[in-house]
């Protein structure tokens, strides 16, 4: 059996940005047709749905399964009598009116009548602030879709276009042939059980190919659709493809790419890297360039810069022609980061920056280009801690004639980031709930003094442990008492 898909060329507008748009705003034969179908509409089915009012109209979408709310305003409706009649009514098949429910108020009373039997269990309606008729629909079914009118007093005053969604979902790509260098490539994008049908955008450089793309939909027994999509390209080295499949209605997108191609490649391995105040600190950065690729290493400009917290970027290091280059570099940097030729040449350019501290934390850029031209880069976030100095253990008794009643005090100064104090007694038991901890902030840096009330007998040992959330190794201080 012969599969039936329906064919769209997609026309839309060039993107101005290259990233994916939250809304899209395409203007394409899709919308035309669509256009062309309403029109069509008009002059064939006259008798069903004209002559149509003048009334306020909106579009909706709710996921399936969720609830449908529509809300009519009586207050722009004058009854010298204060009588309502309200009759909900949606189009079946695009075309076909069907009573959906009957409202009927009055100053004595108010009635509902749900005049459609497949709907009776899922329609609901109301009478919000003594002049809002409101219909509800849950849960909505995918044949809920439709345009909804609502009639005050036989006058349309309401319309609204529902569309009950259905997310797509199992999105897939790939591209034949896989050996594709100086080669036509054709890339495909599919997606499988959503509801309606979506607007497909391709991406490829920041540039939006989607004109050059063949885009089918194929409506599934279930009422949703499966859609394919295509697009044939001349491949280009590191440009990734990017397809994407959006439903405008409930703002659901799905997202997917392929390199075909791959070019040199930029790789930072750990993403997060902690250095220690006073240290040198190791940034550790991969460059990869195909076999096939005829740039050498040495023919490209390597860059590190800091993006700080307002997302400007400041050079820290660079290496280009051959050659150190530190024009530029902020002044922060200046005789303390550097990086080894060699260890460039073998494609690893590591980046060390000597006395770290505070100041330096934040993003860090491994950039490469060919001349101007970006061709890869990756990002990673420093961290500075300061391990805590080892607490100061200190007591003070209540009772001069007992030794029983101590209050105890544990004080660490020179931290960061901000810490935690913990207290043990002999047995191991946590005691930290009954502490009291003062902290203090200093040029960065966190000290603190934290006290704790106790009684103790002879032999008995208390711990005080400060925690560094940065650090795996913690400092205590222990105190014992033997007696007078």
Known sequence: MVEKWEVKILMVDR???AKIPKIMRPLSIIYLYALYQLSWLGTTRMKVL???PKSKQSSVGVQVGQQFTAMCNLSRVKSESGSFNVEWERTIDGYTLERVLHHIITPNEEVFQYLTEKLKARVHGSYLNASISVLKIKPALLEDSGKYFCSINGVKSLTITLFVCKPFKDMFMDYKPKEVEGAKVSINCAAKEGYPEPDVHWIAAGNDISQNAITMMKKLPNKTYQVKSSVVVSAQKGVRYVCSIWNKYIENLLVDWVLPLPGIKVSIPYKEVTGIAGNSVELICEVFIPERDHVSIAELGLYWFNKDSNS???????F???EENLIGQHPRYENRAFLYWEDFLRGSPD???KNVSIADMGEYICRVKDKETIIGEDILELRVAAPYSDPVMTYRRNNTTSFQDVFLICHTKGGFPLGSVTWLSSNGKDLTSRSKTVM???????SFKSGLHVSVTEGTRFTCVISNPWLADNVSSTVTFIGD
């Open 15 to 17: 993107l101005t940005d």
């Open 50 to 52: 004209n002559p149509l």
């Open 312 to 318: 400007k970027e400041h050079l820290v290091y660079s």
């Open 320 to 322: 280009v022609n051959e």
């Open 351 to 353: 980046l060390k920056i």
């Open 440 to 446: 203090n902030l200093s040029n960065g840096y966190f």
